[in-house]
C-alpha cells in the first residue's frame, strides 16, 4: 500500500508568482485535505475535496484553489504569492466513509514553500 | 480566543519519565479529538482518536477528554528518545466529511537518554 505522497519536497518563488504543489492519496482513498503550517503553528486547513468536488474550505482567499482529478489525486494552487504564504503545505487523504469507527487522515510529508 | 489553545512547550524530559500534554478548547461543538505526533521534516501522523468524554489507553499512550471542562490531555509513559517529536491536538465537530479539523500550535518534546 503506497502512502501519501507529494510533490515537490521544497520550492522557492518570488512574490506574485504562482505555484503548484501535486499529492497523490493513499490507494483506496476519495478525499483529500489541504493544510498550511506555518514554522511554530498547528495546521490549519485550507480545503477539502470530495470526489473531485470542493467540499468545505476554511478561511484562505480565492487566490488558493484547487482540484482532484478521478485518480483522486489533487492539486492546490496559489496565485499572487505573498511573503506570508511561505509555509509547509501538507494534504493528506482519506476514505469517505470510513470502514471503522476511526476516521483517519492520512498526512504526507509536506513541500516547504518559500516566497521571496 | 483562539478556537484551540496548546502549550507550545518546548517540553525536555529525561527517559522514563511521564509526560503530559494538554489543551483546551471553545467550541463545544467538538465532538472528535485527536492527538497527532509529527517527527522533524515529516507531515503529522495520528497517535490517539476518540469521540468521548474519558480516557483511552493504547500501550504507553493514554488519551483523556473532559467535554465539561472542554479538556483533553495525552499522557506517556516510561518515555523513550524516540518519543521525541512535537506533538499536536487536533479536533472536529463531526466525524468527518465537509467539517475541518482544527488544531493546537504543537508542543514540541524531547526526550534525553
Known amino acids: 500500500e503506497t502512502g501519501v505522497t507529494q510533490s515537490p519536497t521544497h520550492l522557492i518563488k518570488t512574490r506574485g508568482q504562482q505555484v503548484t504543489l501535486r499529492c497523490s492519496s493513499q490507494s483506496g482513498h476519495n478525499t483529500v485535505s489541504w493544510y498550511q503550517q506555518a514554522l511554530g503553528q498547528g495546521p490549519q486547513f485550507i480545503f477539502q475535496y470530495y470526489r473531485e468536488e470542493e467540499n468545505g474550505r476554511g478561511n484562505f482567499p480565492p487566490r488558493f484553489s484547487g482540484l482532484q482529478f478521478p485518480n483522486y489525486s489533487s492539486e492546490l494552487n496559489v496565485n499572487a504569492l505573498e511573503l506570508d504564504d511561505s509555509a509547509l503545505y501538507l494534504c493528506a487523504s482519506s476514505l469517505w466513509p470510513p470502514p471503522t469507527p476511526t476516521y483517519e487522515q492520512y498526512f504526507g510529508p509536506g513541500t516547504r514553500l518559500t516566497v521571496t | ?113
Open chain 2, 1 to 113: 480566543q483562539k478556537e484551540v489553545e496548546q502549550d507550545p512547550g518546548p517540553l525536555s524530559v529525561p527517559e522514563g519519565a511521564i509526560v503530559s500534554l494538554n489543551c483546551t478548547y471553545s467550541n463545544s461543538a467538538f465532538q472528535y479529538f485527536m492527538w497527532y505526533r509529527q517527527y522533524s521534516r515529516k507531515g503529522p501522523e495520528l497517535l490517539m482518536y476518540t469521540y468521548s468524554s474519558g480516557n483511552k489507553e493504547d500501550g504507553r499512550f493514554t488519551a483523556q477528554v473532559d467535554k465539561s471542562s472542554k479538556y483533553i490531555s495525552l499522557f506517556i509513559r516510561d518515555s523513550q528518545p524516540s518519543d521525541s517529536a512535537t506533538y499536536l491536538c487536533a479536533m472536529s465537530p463531526t466525524q468527518g466529511g465537509s467539517e475541518k479539523l482544527v488544531f493546537g500550535k504543537g508542543t514540541k518534546l524531547t526526550v534525553n537518554p
